[in-house]
T-cell receptor, first 116, second 113 residues
Framework: NAGVMQNPRHLVRRRGQEARLRCSPM?????VYWYRQLPEEGLKFMVY????????ESGMPKERFSAEFPKEGPSILRIQQVVRGDSAAYFC??????????????FGQGTRLTVV | DQQVKQNSPSLSVQEGRISILNCDYT??????FLWYKKYPAEGPTFLIS?????DKNEDGRFTVFLNKSAKHLSLHIVPSQPGDSAVYFC????????????FGAGTRLFVKA
């Protein structure tokens, strides 16, 4: 009964490189959320996806950031041309379909991205 | 645009006493509220939740109170234990908003032995 799996746990990228963060939801969960936590701040919503569909991306920066949740495989958060300000902890959470009302999301352990 | 606010960055409590963590929200469409607990270098873990049709939910040492008219909720931990020391996040979601969950900035709780 594996929980939400995120990899890598730590990722170091040089400015201008691309960062790919992966998230495998819990078994039976079809909905994935990505959050970003900057140092000393709370969790900021980025994007909410279900399989092959972006439901809400209102928290995603307009440029360089994209997310997908393909039919097969993990959800990917992709950051192109990283800058120092992208350094943060990125958390993924998953939940059952909304038809099961009022259920909580389960979080992974996060990926700590450091841009040098 | 902080829809969920936790105005106390930190709270220090003696072991055995009550811890009260507060949270305010602005969006009247929120109908489901949650508290998460987070240890350093780990992901948040779900603690307790409450639907807007209730004003109280209790689970062991943890009780969440909801005051809809004041748009305020609180988490009570009694008795507090040193292992409760962590960051606590208040969160809210609206079914009409597609279940997107908005988090507060967190309150760091220190329980002194």
């Amino acid at each position: 009964n594996a929980g939400v799996m995120q990899n890598p746990r730590h990722l170091v990228r040089r400015r201008g490189q691309e960062a790919r963060l992966r998230c495998s939801p819990m078994k039976g969960h079809s909905h994935v959320y990505w959050y970003r936590q900057l140092p000393e701040e709370g969790l900021k919503f980025m994007v909410y996806l279900q399989k092959e569909n972006i439901i809400d991306e209102s928290g995603m920066p307009k440029e360089r950031f994209s997310a997908e949740f393909p039919k097969e495989g993990p959800s990917i958060l992709r950051i192109q041309q990283v800058v120092r300000g992208d350094s943060a902890a990125y958390f993924c959470a998953s939940s059952p379909p909304p038809a099961k009302m009022n259920t909580e999301a389960f979080f992974g352990q996060g990926t700590r991205l450091t841009v040098v | 645009d902080q829809q969920v606010k936790q105005n106390s960055p930190s709270l220090s409590v003696q072991e055995g006493r009550i811890s009260i963590l507060n949270c305010d929200y602005t969006n009247s469409m929120f109908d489901y509220f949650l508290w998460y607990k987070k240890y350093p270098a780990e992901g948040p873990t779900f603690l307790i939740s409450i639907s807007s049709i209730k004003d109280k939910n209790e689970d062991g040492r943890f009780t969440v109170f909801l005051n809809k008219s004041a748009k305020h909720l609180s988490l009570h931990i009694v008795p507090s234990q040193p292992g409760d020391s962590a960051v606590y996040f208040c969160a809210a979601s609206a079914r009409t908003g597609g279940f997107k969950t908005i988090f507060g900035a967190g309150t760091r709780l220190f329980v002194k032995a």
